[in-house]
């Protein structure tokens, strides 16, 4: 059982917790650890190997089963999706297998519902029938694509005799194969499965693809092939992942840990992509041997614990508070771990690094000023590095300024709520059982501010920013982590794009915690631009929708418009731990948080740096993300 410390007082160094523990940190991420390769390719679990396959051979499998299987053997449980006529026999399939039908509202929420749970769970799948539901989907699929989410996507399609017949059957579009041209742009791999001989294999390899790569996949599964009976590849031996080179992995980890050695004031930045591989323990095992203190970054916020003695804060470039950006930007030896460098994670690329200074480890690849080295999987690299590294006195000289316990909020009679309160009561009611779900917009400006005291409690679409998408992720959530409650944080405009899914989480019995700002409309475009009637919406009673979409008594609804209220509504959700809560907060069309108000400044004074990239080679501060940023 994972450690947790006494915040009464904040610790003056990580020996005062280590020395509780003999020597185990407190922090240790609670997950399953990281497999001995690397950690890059397989975080939650290794592939079946031969001799597993052939003790769960089925002599009646067909291609649905066959794919449920290896569906169920990469950890998915629940199935996202919407039913129709292609996809029926499929459905009937899953229902008697062990994985559970999760029937969404509509496509695009299934999609987004399996993108939160593949972010907990390591991997998600939704099921959807042809053309109207695939190109439904679709925004969702280029969400994960973008983000580096394994998203496995199965889509029902015409039988296969009419295909080759030619036929204008119902949800065509163009011709057959439009669809699937369209997912190939979006994918890392795509097959559509006409023949119950090569089926399997097939199957195989595009699953093997979306967990390796950490990428969503596309399986188009025409009508009568569903039932159509298949046996086992006739070799299936997987491939493995590509390995790191080891002269230049030895190389590598020997010139940073000799640069680690010299530097007075070095620093560790940890980026999205140690979110996306598992290897949050793997870094935390560095930080803490080699003494250093860590800064993250808003796509990667909590995948170190916030609570940790070594934080420092997150970092945005110009937007950082203070403290962090100094720590960060006069760094001597900053190493930069998996970071993306996009706009909303540099403040509008207002960050001052100096590469010189800087260690770039990411997208298979490692970056030394000058020096530059190929075939260096992450994993190994940090793995290998912790293991070479000295411990430093730095921390006792220079010590971090640690994540401070959160003061309870104390409302004030009478008065209005406003952004920055509201924030600041979130802040202090969410605790480490909680999932924080911050919607582009105000909420995610506002989320640098918030303490996640338990690594990976933190969710956020930074990068692709598709608005709507928090609360059917929180569906997936609360499925792939049921000991966590998903509290979503989301604006009017973005829920009224999704505010159905609501009637699933409730359907589901789970015990979210949704908080709508209600502030009449488009904020962040308010801030950024010239306000107009196009940031209007219409006015909804947010608080009544629960008792619309519930018949059972499985949910609350409050609307809150003064602090008073607020500080009742989270004791109700606090005391209501096994219902759906939704809590309408009223706020003015203009209040926002203090990270809006920089982002509309910086936005309307046109201050971003501008950047020169190459197109045709990808710069290690930007191929994290592999060729989804580099096309």
Known sequence: MCYKPDISRAPDTLQHFLDRKGGLSPYSIRRSETPPGGGDSHPRGEFSSREQKEASMNPQDTISSYLLRRLHE???????????????????EVIASPIRWVGNCNELNAGYAADGYARLNGAGAALVTYGVGGLSILNAVAGAFAEHVPLILVNGAPPARRREAGALVHHLVANYYLQLEIFKKLTVDA????????????????IER???????????????????????????????????????LAECVAEVAALFDRAAHP???AGVELLRYGLGEKTLRLVEGAEVPFATMLGSKSVLPELHPQFVGLYQGGWSREAVRRQVEESDCLLALGVWMTDLDTGLFSMNLDPRRMISAGGGQVRIGSHFYPRIRLGDFIGQLAASVRPRSYLASHPAEPYRPKAPFVPEAGRALTAPRLYEALNGFLDDGMVLLAEPGDAFCAAPDFGIEEAENFIVQSYYCSIGYCTPAALGVALARSGKRPVVLTGDGAFQMTAQEVSTLIRERCPAIIVVINNDGYLIERVLHEDGPYNDIQRWRYAELPGIFDREGQSVGLQVETEEELAQALRTASREGDKLVLIEACLPNRDCSAGLERLGRAFRQGTQKKLQINPNACDSS????????CA
């Open 74 to 92: 990469r950890g998915i449980g629940h199935l996202f999706g919407v039913p129709g006529d292609y996809v029926l026999d499929f459905l009937d």
């Open 267 to 269: 620093l560790l930045l």
């Open 210 to 248: 979306c967990i390796a790569e950490k990428l969503p996949v596309y399986l188009e599964l025409p009508a009568d092939m569903a039932k159509a009976p298949c046996g086992e590849p006739a070799a299936r031996d997987v491939a493995a992942p590509p390995s790191s080179d080891p002269e230049a």
């Open 622 to 629: 930007f191929s994290a993300a592999g060729p989804s940023r």
């Open 191 to 206: 097959a559509i499965l006409t023949d119950p001989r090569t089926a399997p294999a097939e199957i195989d390899r595009v």
